[in-house]
Structure formats: C-alpha cells, structure tokens
C-alpha cells in the first residue's frame, strides 16, 4: 500500500468519522447514551465478523501472530471501543457535536505524550510548546456562557471544568487506542481482525459493567426504534472508519494518520451549526480556541 493510497484511507476515515458525531448528536436526541453505546459496540463487532467469516469463506488465512499484538489490539478497545467512546457520547450530548469533536483534536497531542511514556519517544521543547498551545486552545472551546444570568460564576467554572474533564479523558483515551493500534498493526498485518478484536473487548466491558442486564435489555426493547437505527449505523460507519485508519498506518505514521483525523471539526462546525442552531451557540472564542488547538496540533506533527 503506498502512501497516497493511505492518505486516501485516513481522509475517507475523517469523512466518516466526522458524519458519526452528527448521527451521534441525532440519535442521543432519542436513546439514552448507555443504550446507544451498547448498540454501536454490538454492531461494530458484528459487522466486523461477518466480514471476517466472508474472507475465511473465500479462501482466506490469517498470519500467525504473537500475544502481544493480540493483547494491544484488545488495549485498544479498552480504551476507544469502551472508556473513549462512552466520554465522547458524553460531550457530544452535554457540548454539543462541534465542541465535541473540537476536544478531539487534542487527539494526536496526547498520542505523542502517551508514545513518548510507553514507547520511549522524546518530545522536543517546540512540541511541548505546541501542546500547551493546544490545551488553552481546548480551554476557550470549553468556555460556555450559560443561558441563566443568575447562575454564580463560580458554579458555571465548575461546570465548564467538569465539561472540560470529559472532554480531555475521552481524548487521552483515543490516544492510547491510537497507540495500541500502532505497535500492533506493525508487528501483526490483520487490520481487520484488529477491529474485530477491539470491539469485541469493548463490547465485553460494557456488558460487565453496564450494571443490571435486564435492566439494560428492557431499556433497549423499549427504545426509539428510529433512535437504535441511526446508533446501528454510526456502529458500522465507525468500523469502517477505524479500519481505514488502521490501513492507513500501514504506511504512513501513527501521528500524521491522527492528525489527518482530527479535521473533522472542519466539517462537524458548519454542519453542526446549520442542523443545530438552537443547541450550537457557536461564538468568536470558540473559533479562536478551535484555531489555536489546530495550530498546536499542526506546529507539533509537521514542523
């Protein structure tokens, strides 16, 4: 695979990616978080499988691979299939799909960050400055004028950190996946047994810890029809687009298929305010935050 080819698949991942935090804000509109979870986790794993069972059908025959990358490719759902997934569904209902998808362009900050823990990588002082350009960035995108003019400023920084909170953690995250995902893809060339076996392991943590199952199963059969179909479809876009990204690694970088993805504001912001006015207020500082986490992130992985 070269690497115009790999730039294609990371774009095409961003596309999709970006049109699952809109679907995202539509179907929490109608289905409790918990439950859509469930439901996009279950359909990425099917999905996944059955085209895993088609090209075993068709002659196909997986490499033979080692603990490790098994184990990393299982990190990686822990960390985006289940805890970054969940964060994300979060923001998105409490901030909205463009904020939400601006806090993810910390993404590759943090990739660099967790690569430079677990893998020995050294961060020179202009990437350290680049990240804290990012981070006051992010920190202007959380500022949110509440609606009640009575509502104490102290009250409404409490908030806004929380918020802020949820929005950094679903990022950091998506990191470690991105991180997980890279060491294995490299040491193990099964992208899609990769996402099968992320998804499956996020599936599996949502179920134990999701509290009651019948509780669950009951809200589920008594959700919005029309709700569950739009949370089974971001379910089989995101593994699309998780494979996409993963193949795209193949040939390019971990960080540039990361930066890539982090566009999707680009594209979430206008459509998220033409579709959403009455929940987007979308200000000058949200835009100046916005630009200066892209510049952060822009002067970290291409400078």
């Known amino acids: 695979m070269n690497e115009r080819l790999s730039e294609l698949a990371a774009l095409s991942s961003l596309v999709i990616y970006a049109l699952t935090t809109l679907l995202t804000r539509l179907a ?9 979870v469930i439901v996009v986790t279950a359909v990425s794993v099917l999905s996944s499988l059955i085209a895993v069972l ?88 959380s500022q949110i004028r509440p609606r009640n003019q009575e509502v104490r400023l102290s009250a409404a920084r409490r908030w806004n950190l929380r918020l802020l ?13 991105h991180v997980c ?14 996402v099968l076996l992320g998804a499956a392991t996020g599936l599996v943590l949502q179920i134990l810890t999701g509290g009651n199952i019948r509780a669950l199963w009951s809200r589920l059969v008594t959700s919005d029809r029309t709700g569950l179909g739009i949370f089974a479809s971001v379910g089989l876009l995101g593994m699309i687009a998780q494979l996409l990204a993963i193949w795209a690694m193949l040939s390019l970088t971990t960080g540039k298929v990361a930066l890539i993805m982090t ?21 000058r500082l949200t835009v100046v935050g916005l630009l200066l986490a892209l510049l952060g992130i822009v002067y970290l992985l291409v400078w």
């Open 28 to 36: 929490t509109d109608r289905v409790r978080s918990d439950v859509g």
């Open 54 to 141: 088609a090209m075993l059908g068709n002659g196909w025959m997986p490499s033979s691979a080692s603990l490790g990358p098994i184990l990393a490719f299982c990190a990686s759902g822990l960390f985006s299939a289940y805890l970054g997934r969940w964060l994300l569904f979060e923001s998105v209902i409490h901030l909205g799909p463009a904020r939400a998808s601006a806090f993810q362009t910390s993404v590759p900050v943090f990739t660099a960050l967790v690569g430079w823990l677990l893998l020995g990588e050294q961060l020179a002082l202009k990437e350290w400055a680049a990240m804290a350009t990012t981070l006051f960035g992010l920190l202007l995108v």
């Open 165 to 177: 909170g949820i929005g950094l953690v679903s990022a950091l995250a998506y990191a470690a996946g």
């Open 181 to 194: 995902r890279g060491y294995a893809i490299r040491v193990w060339n099964e992208p899609l047994l990769g």
């Open 263 to 283: 566009a999707t504001p680009l594209l979430v912001f206008p459509a998220s305010w033409l579709f959403f006015k009455r929940f987007e207020t979308i200000t």
